[in-house]
């Protein structure tokens, strides 16, 4: 088993930045690709981004993409989403998950998901 605890979600304004953490705790944290999804209200989840296990490889969903950096520190268990220029349409509860596929496919059923962080972007 492998626990997830985002932390970091709040409200803030348009254009702003926040960084989001995710702590791992359980099995090997190296041993597992780390990605971001997010939720909002009556819309389905969507990737965030994605990273491979030693942090080299960095994927991105398209609204993202210059706006957002993911990273992971193996030595602390951590992996972090930045996300600068934020915009109203990002307000959704923001996911961590730890799985052993492919950084850029989807989620599988065998993945771990943390209990998520709200971010509300406010205009």
């Known amino acids: 088993q492998v626990q997830l605890v985002e932390s970091g979600g709040r409200l803030v304004q348009a254009g702003g930045s926040l960084r989001l953490s995710c702590a791992a705790s359980?099995?090997?944290?190296?041993?597992?690709?780390m990605k971001w999804f997010r939720q909002a209200p009556g819309k389905e989840r969507e990737f965030v981004a994605g990273?491979?296990?030693?942090?080299?490889?960095?994927y991105y969903g398209d609204s993202m993409k210059g706006r957002f950096t993911i990273s992971r520190d193996n030595a602390k268990n951590t992996v972090y989403l930045q996300m600068n220029s934020l915009k109203t349409e990002d307000t959704a509860v923001y996911y961590c998950?730890?799985?052993?596929?492919?950084?850029?496919?989807?989620?599988?059923?065998?993945?771990?998901w943390g209990q998520g962080t709200q971010v509300t972007v406010s205009s």
């Open positions: 359980g099995r090997t944290f190296s041993n597992y690709a």
């Open positions: 990273i491979n296990k030693n942090g080299g490889l960095t």
């Open positions: 998950n730890a799985g052993v596929g492919s950084i850029y496919l989807g989620s599988s059923p065998t993945d771990y």
